[in-house]
C-alpha cells in the first residue's frame, strides 16, 4: 500500500515528464493496436457489406490455401533470401562504419564525413530508387559508361534477375548505412577512456585496442540489435521493391509484401492478404523469440 502511494505521489509529482510521454502512447495506440481487430479477417470471409462482426467464418481456411497456393514457395524464397542478404551484408555496415568514424581524430573532418553519410537516410525511396534507375541506365548511365569506358559491355541491370538483389541490398546499405552508426557511436561513447590509456602503457596499438576493447564494449549493443534485425529478417523494403520490380523480375523479385498487395489491393481478396499478414507476423515472432532465446543461452545481453 505504502509502496502505491509513492508510486502515485512521485507520478503526479512529474506529472509534466509523463505528459510528454502521451503522443508516442497515442500514435502506438492508434496505429499499433487498434488495428488489432482486423486480425479477425484472416479467420473469415471477409465482405465490406457485412463488415467484421457479419462476414462467414471459414476458420485457418486461408492459412491452408496460401500453403497450397503455387506463388507460396516463390514468395517466401524471396522473402527468406532477400532478407538474410540484408542482413548478413547491411548489418555489420554500421558497424564497421562506425569503428573507422572512431579512429578519426580531426573533429572537423570527422564531422563533415559523418554529415555525408546521413544524408542519404532522409532521402525518400522514389528517391533512392529513381538514382539507382538513373545510375544503371543501358544508355547513359553512369555505370555502364564507366563498364563501356574500361573496355566491357553495356548491362541492361533491370532486365537481368540476378542484379535484381545486389542492386537492391548496396542501394539499401548506401542509404541506411550512415544513420545506423549513431547508435554504435553512442555505444562507443560509453566505453571508458582509462582502458584506452591503459592499453597504450602496455604497447598495444590501434587495431589491438579495437579488437579488445572497442567491439567488447559495444558488443551487448551489437547483440541487441542482431536480435531485432533477424525478428525483422522478413520484413522487406515493400515500397523500394514495387518500384524496382518488372514483370521480368517476378522470379526472384516477388515478395510476401508484394503479393498480399496484388492479392488484397487489386484482387480485393482482404481476407486471404490478412491471411498471409498473419502468418508473415507468427513467423517473424518465432524467428525473434528463438534468437532471444539463444542470446540468453549463451550470453548475458537479451530482450527479455
Known amino acids: ?11 503526479i509529482k512529474d506529472y509534466e515528464l509523463h505528459l510528454l510521454v502521451l503522443p508516442g502512447l ?81 573533429r572537423i573532418f570527422k564531422r563533415v564525413v559523418q554529415t555525408i553519410s546521413y544524408m542519404p537516410y532522409f532521402l525518400s525511396t522514389v528517391i533512392v530508387v529513381g538514382l539507382v534507375i538513373e545510375y544503371t541506365n543501358l544508355s547513359e548511365g553512369l555505370i555502364n559508361n564507366i563498364i563501356e569506358m574500361l573496355g566491357g ?12 538483389r545486389p542492386l537492391y541490398i548496396l542501394s539499401g546499405i548506401w542509404q541506411g548505412v ?49 536480435i531485432l534485425a533477424v525478428g525483422g529478417i522478413l520484413g522487406n523494403d515493400f515500397q523500394k521493391i514495387l518500384l524496382m520490380y518488372r514483370p521480368g523480375l517476378y522470379e526472384v523479385a516477388d515478395v510476401v509484401s508484394t503479393y498480399v498487395y496484388r492479392a488484397g489491393i487489386e484482387g480485393a481478396n482482404y481476407s486471404y492478404s490478412t491471411a498471409i499478414g498473419l502468418f508473415l ?11 532471444n532465446k539463444i542470446s540468453k543461452k549463451f550470453g548475458d545481453t537479451y530482450l527479455w
Open 26 to 106: 497515442a500514435v502506438l495506440l492508434i496505429f499499433k493496436y487498434l488495428p488489432m481487430y482486423g486480425i479477425v479477417m484472416a479467420f473469415q470471409n471477409f465482405n465490406p457489406g457485412k463488415g467484421i462482426f457479419g462476414s462467414d467464418w471459414v476458420g485457418f481456411k486461408h492459412i491452408i490455401d496460401y500453403f497450397e497456393d503455387p506463388y507460396f514457395y516463390r514468395t517466401m524464397r524471396n522473402t527468406f533470401l532477400l532478407g538474410f542478404y540484408t542482413l548478413l551484408f547491411s548489418f555489420p555496415a554500421p558497424i564497421i562504419l562506425a569503428l573507422l568514424f572512431n579512429e578519426i581524430r580531426n
Open 1 to 11: 500500500m505504502l509502496n502505491q502511494k509513492s508510486f502515485w505521489k512521485r507520478f
Open 178 to 226: 550512415g544513420f545506423g552508426t549513431i547508435i554504435y557511436l553512442a555505444a562507443l561513447s560509453g566505453v571508458d577512456e582509462e582502458l584506452y590509456e591503459a592499453a597504450v602503457i602496455d604497447g598495444a596499438g590501434r587495431f589491438k585496442q579495437m579488437r579488445y576493447i572497442t567491439l567488447p564494449g559495444i558488443t551487448p549493443t551489437i547483440t541487441i540489435m542482431l
Open 153 to 164: 559491355q553495356r548491362i541492361n541491370f533491370f532486365a537481368l534477375t540476378r542484379w535484381f
Open 281 to 291: 507476423s507468427v513467423v517473424s515472432f518465432v524467428f525473434l523469440y528463438s534468437t
